[in-house]
């Protein structure tokens, strides 16, 4: 199983609907959530962003569909960089009784 993560700009309400549906299409669903972030710029002082992450945990190893989501996400938004993670996860459930 992994995990894959896709960090836009708050402020990008579309690009955040586009990725949640391309997260389900190809990943079978996504789970949304806001965060903030913090960088050095090239001053080498702090920035703030509103962030929205969207994560997804699937079985394909497949992650030209987040780096092609993420390319977009750049190229819409004018950002320089779009972070994207994929990790190794260990998947648990509980089922009911």
Do not use: H
């Not at 997260?23 to 789970?31: A, D, K, P, Q, S």
């Not at 950002?79 to 994929?86: G, I």
């Amino acid at each position: 199983m992994y995990q894959y993560e896709l960090f836009i700009p708050s402020n990008f309400r579309d690009m955040i609907q586009a990725a949640q549906t391309s997260f389900t299409i190809y990943y079978g669903g996504c789970t949304t959530y806001n965060a903030e972030g913090a960088w050095r710029d090239a001053n080498n002082l702090p920035n703030y962003e509103n962030t929205t992450v969207i994560m997804a945990l699937s079985e394909t190893d497949d992650d030209a569909p987040i780096q092609s989501q993420a390319k977009f996400v750049a190229d819409y938004c004018n950002q320089e960089k779009v972070l994207w993670t994929k990790k190794k996860a260990e998947v648990n459930y509980v089922r009911r009784s």
